[in-house]
């Protein structure tokens, strides 16, 4: 009923830019948080950053200063610039969100998941 498609994924070279862009669609009443998770290999998923529908954002400490979420409210969609690309960074990134979806007449509080993008950082 609710979908989140990413894209903007692929192979970057060290020092590189990706752009990362995440659309939801469906039932929507209102989203209130979205933002992006990302699992390396033997790793753990964890936040990489998230913005609220007010404009407040988060961050992970190992991308401050490379990364820059954003969002456009009125398309459902957050982004996700990445700028000065490590190794390290290469991962499964996953969009989220956190949103009040119509459930028949009325609404549920839910969390909902991208399938992911592929990052890779690699000469």
């Known amino acids: 009923q609710v979908q989140l498609v990413e894209s903007g994924g692929g192979l970057v070279q060290p020092g590189g830019s990706l752009r990362l862009s995440c659309a939801a669609s469906g039932s929507i009443f209102s989203i209130n948080r979205m933002g992006w998770y990302r699992q390396a290999p033997g790793k753990e998923r964890e936040l990489v950053a998230h913005?609220?529908?007010?404009?407040?954002?988060k961050y992970a400490d190992s991308v401050k200063g490379r990364f820059t979420i954003s969002r456009d409210n009125a398309k459902n969609t957050v982004y996700l610039q990445m700028n000065s690309l490590k190794p390290e960074d290469t991962a499964v990134y996953y969009c989220?969100?956190?949103?009040?979806?119509?459930?028949?007449?009325?609404?549920?509080?839910?969390?909902?998941w991208g399938q992911g993008t592929l990052v890779t950082v690699s000469s």
């Open positions: 989220n969100a956190n949103a009040d979806l119509y459930v028949g007449p009325q609404y549920r509080n839910l969390e909902v």
């Open positions: 913005i609220t529908s007010g404009g407040s954002t």
